[in-house]
């Protein structure tokens, strides 16, 4: 049975193997290669503890979206959970919210490229060069995208290969290039002149690394095309954390023993690092793979992010049913059409903006889904299959407290921002035509899955 209940065709589901490096190449993005330099300059060598911290702190959010995917088959995620948590209206915000955090995300892949070039290519100091290439890549990847899908799943495969072979390269060539005097100062000298600075410091850096790892909440949002993703879904998620977490500490370790305190002079450390030690051949294989990385997940972001807003008008009446209308190719243009130009504006901004903005995103979704993790523990509305969160409500608690800490590392430009995404979706929620139909369609559905659990 479908969303409505009709019947039709399965096509074949995702295996573990599958969403495992799906996962992978969703969580590991530009940041991996550029933020090394405003890490290490917040902490020092102590960066590598604050990414364990962070990695912890996200395992728990991780685990608490386990939870929920083994109570939900449907895809959506944050907004599915939240949706039958709270009701329609939360659903709606944080359906927008997603949607958002998409075109944050688009733009801060395009921007990363842009900045890549820009270490190497002086034309991209210019403004006019920078922006009409910035603009170039939107409106291409948009025209690509009219035509369907045909080629995303080729681009994601090679943008996962180039990611994974340029950081493990990385790791295990630059080891035997490590000078062990590199890994002093283990904390910058203006981060021990009391608690208050280095907490500052800490918090700095806690902001930047936790960007690292939030793209593992994207991991549930197509469970109906996954094998059995009330298990499934869980195991990978943390699977996923695991491995992250273990390349990107041995990334900054690698980096650090090569650089030393260089590291916070260049835009792309991780390049630099491997040319320091390699020779000019270690810098061109780090770019390349780092361009084709980045290139790859922005215009997967370009595919996905309108394939979201789309689904919200199309499959649950959350939106005008033209915002997900669809043209000969199946391709919803006026969604790719929206996309872009919010992307187009992002781009206006800096990369470190965009990734506070995507932290911020992330974090409204985070809480209401580990709000709505209490309340059905409590409830026990919507049973688990296959993983059980361990500990009661220790973990959702200690998770919720901590993303809550994250409100003091945000500036009050992404504060503002993230305010005014919300007020203008509740402004539109009430101008928004509800189609009863779909609404009462979506309540025999959980009615149906009600029984069914």
Not at 151 to 158: A, I, T
Request: charged share 10%.
């Amino acid at each position: 049975m479908d969303y409505y209940g009709k019947k039709s065709v399965t096509p074949k589901k995702l295996s573990f193997i599958s969403i495992y490096f799906l996962g992978i190449n969703g969580v590991i993005g530009s940041g991996a290669f550029l933020l090394p330099q405003t890490m290490y300059k917040d902490m020092n060598l102590m960066c590598v503890f604050v990414t364990i911290c962070s990695a912890l702190t996200v395992s728990m959010i991780a685990l608490c979206y386990a939870d929920l995917s083994s109570r939900f088959t449907g895809a959506g995620a944050a907004w599915l959970y939240s949706y039958n948590a709270f009701g329609r209206f939360m659903g709606y915000e944080l359906g927008v919210f997603t949607w958002f955090l998409g075109c944050c995300t688009y733009a801060a892949e395009v921007v990363a490229l842009l900045t890549t070039l820009r270490s190497f290519w002086p034309a991209y100091n210019n403004n006019i060069v920078y922006f009409s290439t910035a603009i170039g890549l939107i409106v291409l990847f948009s025209i690509i995208n009219f035509f369907g899908r045909s080629l995303v799943k080729f681009v994601d495969n090679l943008s996962s290969a180039a990611k994974l072979i340029t950081i493990i390269g990385f790791i295990i060539i630059g080891a035997f290039f490590i000078h062990k005097i590199n890994f002093t100062p283990v904390i910058p000298k203006a981060a021990t002149t009391g608690v208050v600075p280095y907490f500052k410091h800490f918090g700095a850096a806690f902001s930047v690394v936790f960007y690292l790892f939030t793209g593992f909440s994207f991991i549930p949002i197509a469970a109906t095309q996954m094998e059995n993703p009330e298990k499934n879904i869980p195991k990978v998620l943390i699977s996923v954390m695991i491995t992250v977490t273990i390349l990107y500490s041995l990334m900054l370790i690698v980096a650090i023993g090569i650089l030393g305190s260089r590291m916070s002079n260049y835009s792309t450390p991780i390049a630099v690092a491997f040319q320091k030690a390699v020779g000019n051949w270690g810098y061109i294989v780090v770019i390349i793979g780092m361009l084709t990385s980045i290139f790859g997940v922005a215009f997967a972001s370009s595919f996905n992010t309108p394939a979201l807003i789309a689904s919200l008008a199309n499959e649950h009446g959350m939106l005008p049913k033209w915002v997900g209308k669809k043209n000969k190719y199946d391709a919803p243009w006026i969604s790719i059409l929206l996309s872009a130009g919010v992307t187009m504006v992002l781009i206006t901004q800096s990369y470190l903006f965009l990734v506070s903005c995507i932290v911020l995103a992330s974090f409204i979704q985070y809480v209401p889904s580990i709000l709505a993790v209490i309340k059905f523990k409590h409830t026990d509305e919507f049973p688990n299959h296959g993983f059980k969160l361990p500990g009661g409500y220790t973990i959702p608690i200690l998770a919720l407290i901590i993303s809550c800490y994250m409100i003091t590392n945000f500036t009050w430009k992404t504060l503002i921002v993230g305010l005014g995404v919300a007020l203008l979706a509740t402004v539109l929620y009430f101008f928004i035509n509800k189609n009863p139909v779909d609404t009462l369609k979506h309540e025999k559905y959980l009615e149906r899955l009600r029984k069914r659990l």
